[in-house]
């Protein structure tokens, strides 16, 4: 997750069975004792067409039961968010139905799970689901792992928002059914089994998944018809996108994404043979209460990623290539390389992995490096990307084993540490690739690692955790022991200055530009989510705009330019920034300390000094430069 990847030897695998519309009318109408399973797969429907109050029903319908008693469970956590968000809370008018049609008494054991006691006469249970981008102020749950109910024209469904699972059946084969209106069509790596339904009212696509997980893996975002695709060296990207004020089209980010893409696998190589890869972008309306999260969440053939159609088209085209191109990358891992707590997940009782270092760090740097690999950027620019996540890794406690904060991810101290895992997890990444490339002449680095271990395991194959390192230092050097125990393993920091010197760099204080109200990743203002008021953070050094304007710390931000700004609209007021003229003036109406001001000041590029890394004046032909040639451009 973000914000948030040897690549898969193995296509996600489906059912390709034929199935006709009198076969799937049958299964609602008559039920079997037989165990073969099969023949009987959980029957998932989901009802697009009568939303009432922005909810949507839902029934799930599984074989007979042959035990007394059985559990239904919505997740309490999906691979990916790393984070406990309890999708049952968004449950509503939970029954249990009977082949009669009478309802069965149940017992609802928590927010994600509801006890059946008569399980041998349970037909199905129906239930509605609340949407999370509506109250998510509330809730808190990420943007791309939520779920949107916007009847007649959007329909995020992150599906274990919706579908839930009976106890020891996550390995059934599944059945879903959508019915939607004639005006919307799903946007999907999913094919469907059948040729989708159709009467006057409604459509019915039907899809056909070989167990839960690849039901939850496949998210659907229905929306009016906005989609287009390219292939790429035998893959097809499919992008779809819901820009609600139409300012985006997904013709008018194709080529970026194209060229990002594209790029992407160049720098993999061979190791990636995804055959369908679907882009999901849902545009968030900052006039509105919408989804806030943005970001991306990783799924094996598609990604879903939320942001805000406010931002500039330049601005727009560079944060997909940051995003999207990380969750690309997962397909590395830990979709293709992961341990056995990632393959056998318990959304309900998860047991968290140690290598988050791996997942979604050296994810996050592979996401940087190949733009500077495939010249997607300057050298420069990729430095100053390193220096800044060396600057936000040090906000946070730098002897914490990585290993450690890993496993316990969910729980306190540790989960407020997750942000550190796309910053000096990529590091490790970096220091990782450097030390590599130092033992092999240059020869080897951590991309051929991974390549190495999905060669290994794959998709279908999940490593025991605590045996990882063992296989990294048979595929690669003993030395590479004593560097995971101390630093990843270890409470060691990482001494990045040795790093640097092997190829021929330094740190240095330089002049760098900033946004008027970020710089980099580290925003200058914050918000309150129960006042709702913007504010000028305390404790950090302002940008040469900022420190003319007559800013300080504290400041609550009432309006700018006369327009109102509270936490609800805050990216309309980055965005507008953003296309401030040179010489413009502007004016901040502001709080401080009980009394309103007024302060002016005329715009121009803002600029923060910062450390940052520079090359040595070093010969070609050193041994430093011959290794940074080597860790750049492979």
Partial sequence: M??????????????????????????????????????????????????????????????????????????????????????????????????????????????????????????????????????????????PSGTNIEA?????????????????????????????????????????????STSMEFKEDIYSLDRY???????????????????????????????????????SIKPGIEEMISAQKRFLGEVDNTGKYAILLYLSDSEKQDARGFGALEHHTSTVVVLPEAMQPEQLQKTMTDVVSHEF????????????EVHYFDYNDPKMSQHLWMYEGVTEYFAN??????????????????????????????????????????????????????????????????????????????????????????????????????????????????????????????????FFAKVGLKEAETEVNTGYFIKGQTPYIDGDPASKELFFRENIEFNSFLEKLGVEGGDVIKSVNEEEYNVQNVYNLIMKAESWEEGEEVSFVVMRDGEELELTATTAQPTDTETTLTEKDLPESSEEVKLRNAWLKG
């Fill in 369 to 498: 490096l190949f733009q500077i690999n495939q010249e997607l950027i300057e050298k420069q620019d990729f430095y100053d990307r390193i220096s800044g996540k060396i600057k936000s890794s040090q906000q946070f406690d730098d002897t914490m084993p990585f290993t450690e904060m890993s496993k316990n991810i969910l729980e306190e101290p540790y989960k407020d540490s997750y942000y550190n895992v796309y910053q000096k997890g990529a590091l490790i990444g970096m220091a990782l690739d450097i030390r590599l490339r130092e033992l092999s002449d240059g020869e080897m680095g951590i991309l051929d690692l991974m390549k190495a271990l999905s060669d290994k395991y794959g998709m279908d194959k999940p490593f025991n955790d605590e045996e990882l390192f063992d296989d990294i230092v048979a595929l690669t050097y003993p030395e590479i022991r004593t560097f995971l125990e101390t630093y990843v393993s270890g409470s060691t920091p990482i001494p990045y200055d040795e």
């Fill in 152 to 196: 007649g024209e959007n329909f995020m469904l992150n599906l274990h928002g919706f579908v839930g699972y009976f106890e020891n059946e996550k390995e059934e084969a599944y059945r879903l059914l959508v019915k939607r209106p004639h005006s919307l069509i799903p946007g999907t790596a999913l094919s469907k089994t059948v040729a989708a």
């Fill in 213 to 251: 997980f690849e039901v939850i893996d496949n998210p659907i975002m229905y929306a009016k018809p906005d989609t287009t695709s390219f292939m790429v060296e035998g893959m097809e990207v499919l992008i779809n996108v819901y820009s609600p004020n139409e300012k985006y089209t997904s013709e």
């Fill in 329 to 340: 990358f997962h397909i590395l891992t830990p979709l293709n390389v992961h341990s056995k």
């Fill in 2 to 143: 973000c914000f948030g990847s040897p690549i898969k030897k193995k296509r996600l695998y489906m059912k390709k069975a034929i199935y006709t519309l009198a076969l799937v009318g049958a299964l609602y109408s008559c039920k079997t004792t037989q165990t073969q399973k099969e023949e009987q797969p959980v029957i998932a429907s989901i009802d697009l067409v009568n939303v009432k109050e922005d909810k949507v029903s839902v029934s799930i319908d599984p074989d007979r039961f042959t035990t007394e008693n059985t559990t239904f469970y919505i997740p309490k956590t999906v691979p990916g968010t790393y984070s406990t968000d309890n999708y049952g809370k968004f449950i509503e008018n939970f029954k249990a139905i009977d082949y009669d049609g009478n309802e069965l008494e149940f017992e609802k054991i928590d927010d994600n799970s509801w006890s059946i006691p008569n399980a041998k006469n349970l037909d199905k249970v129906s239930y509605q689901v609340n949407d999370t981008y509506d109250i998510e102020g509330e809730e808190g749950v990420f943007s």
